[in-house]
Every structure is written in structure tokens, then in C-alpha cells.
T-cell receptor, first 115, second 114 residues
Framework: DGGITQSPKYLFRKEGQNVTLSCEQNLNHDAMYWYRQDPGQGLRLIYYSQIVNDFQKGDIAEGYSVSREKKESFPLTVTSAQKNPTAFYLC??????????????FGPGTRLTVT | AQSVTQLDSQVPVFEEAPVELRCNYSSSVSVYLFWYVQYPNQGLQLLLKYLSGSTLVKGINGFEAEFNKSQTSFHLRKPSVHISDTAEYFCAVSLIAAGNKLTFGGGTRVLVKP
């Protein structure tokens, strides 16, 4: 089955530690995205990547970093500089095909708790 | 910059009753419009989208939405809800000229009561 996997589903870290969230897709999609979800605020874009070895900052990139070394993988690192890292993190991807270009497919999410 | 407003943060509704979720957007350029559904502790699933053509769009699970350009709205409706429709619903827009970046509204939580 094609889809997006995010692991782990729940992640706990101590304050001051960096943590990396995994996102893998086997949909052959070129574009991938990371969103942060907080209650009542919808989803906010952290980083996105249109092609391998290229990525751009979204609306709330401070305290986060990404890499895109492979088409199917787009890991997100939450650094110790992120002031409020506890949140639900969602990864998404979109197809290169014209009719589906604007439709994003989402993974199941990772809930990160930092104490 | 574009923005999306979902006017109701929570909508309680009885089973088999109709429901309407309101979405308004602001943008100085043409947009594409989407509704997504999120079940508890899960990712988002696309319900329907408006790219062009007929302003009445039908989606999965019996949902439909109507694009109104003059009112910059894209309200979501279902004539008869089920318990299984209990979820959070997100409206999103994408600027046609800006690639496939989405801007989301704050979400509307629908609670279907028996």
C-alpha cells in the first residue's frame, strides 16, 4: 500500500535535547511538507521541499531544521532553540501530476511532548 | 497574504440532522480551496476540493461545498450526519500562482450526538 509513514507516533524528550521526527513516503511524490498543529490554531507550515536537495522555510521555521537527501524521506529536527516544541507534527506530500498537484496527502502524525 | 477563517470552532449536531461548516478566505488573487477531515489522533484526509468549473463540489462521505467568489466563502454541508462524522474539519486555500502551499483555517470540531 502506498502512503506516508511517520514514526514514532508518540515521542517524549527532555527540554534542551534535539529530536528528529521521521517522515517517509512511497507515493513517488516530489513535494513534501511539515506542519505543526496546536489546539485551535489549525496547521501551520514549518518547512517544505519541492524537490530533492532543496527546501524552503514556511511560516514558523525558527527552531526547526530539515533535510531532503532522498525523494522518499523528509526528516524534521526540533532543536533546543524551539521555545514551545510540544505539539502534534504532521508530514504531507503532493503529486507531480498536474491534476493532483494541489492535493496534499498526510501522514498519521507524531505527538511530541517536551518536559 | 492569504488567510482563512472558520467561523465556528465547535458545532454540536444531532444524528441525522444537517450540518453546515462555514469558511471564509481573504486573498487578492485566485485560489484553490479544500476541506480536510481529521479524526482523533490521526492525519488529515481530503474531503473535497475546488480547482475550477462548477461551484458546487461533491466529496466523499456525502459532503458537498459551494464556492462563492463574491462572498469569498467555501462552506461545507452534509444533509444528514452520522455519529462517525464526529471529527475536526479544516478549510484550506492555495494560491494558484504560488505553487502548492496550503494555508489552513483554525478548524471546526463537529460533535454528533445520538
Amino acid at each position: 500500500d502506498g502512503g506516508i509513514t511517520q514514526s514514532p507516533k508518540y515521542l517524549f524528550r527532555k527540554e534542551g535535547q534535539n529530536v528528529t521526527l521521521s517522515c517517509e513516503q512511497n507515493l513517488n511524490h516530489d513535494a513534501m511538507y511539515w506542519y505543526r498543529q496546536d489546539p485551535g490554531q489549525g496547521l501551520r507550515l514549518i518547512y517544505y521541499s519541492q524537490i530533492v536537495n532543496d527546501f524552503q522555510k514556511g511560516d514558523i521555521a525558527e527552531g526547526y531544521s530539515v533535510s531532503r537527501e532522498k525523494k522518499e524521506s523528509f526528516p524534521l529536527t526540533v532543536t533546543s532553540a524551539q521555545k514551545n516544541p510540544t505539539a502534534f507534527y504532521l508530514c504531507a506530500s503532493s503529486s507531480p501530476h498536474r491534476d493532483l498537484f494541489y492535493e496534499q496527502y498526510f501522514g498519521p502524525g507524531t505527538r511530541l511532548t517536551v518536559t | 497574504a492569504q488567510s482563512v477563517t472558520q467561523l465556528d470552532s465547535q458545532v454540536p449536531v444531532f444524528e441525522e440532522a444537517p450540518v453546515e461548516l462555514r469558511c471564509n478566505y481573504s486573498s487578492s488573487v485566485s485560489v484553490y480551496l479544500f476541506w480536510y477531515v481529521q479524526y482523533p489522533n490521526q492525519g488529515l484526509q481530503l474531503l473535497l476540493k475546488y480547482l475550477s468549473g462548477s461551484t458546487l463540489v461533491k466529496g466523499i462521505n456525502g459532503f458537498e461545498a459551494e464556492f462563492n467568489k463574491s462572498q469569498t466563502s467555501f462552506h461545507l454541508r452534509k444533509p444528514s450526519v452520522h455519529i462517525s462524522d464526529t471529527a475536526e474539519y479544516f478549510c484550506a486555500v492555495s494560491l494558484i500562482a504560488a505553487g502548492n502551499k496550503l494555508t489552513f483555517g483554525g478548524g471546526t470540531r463537529v460533535l454528533v450526538k445520538p
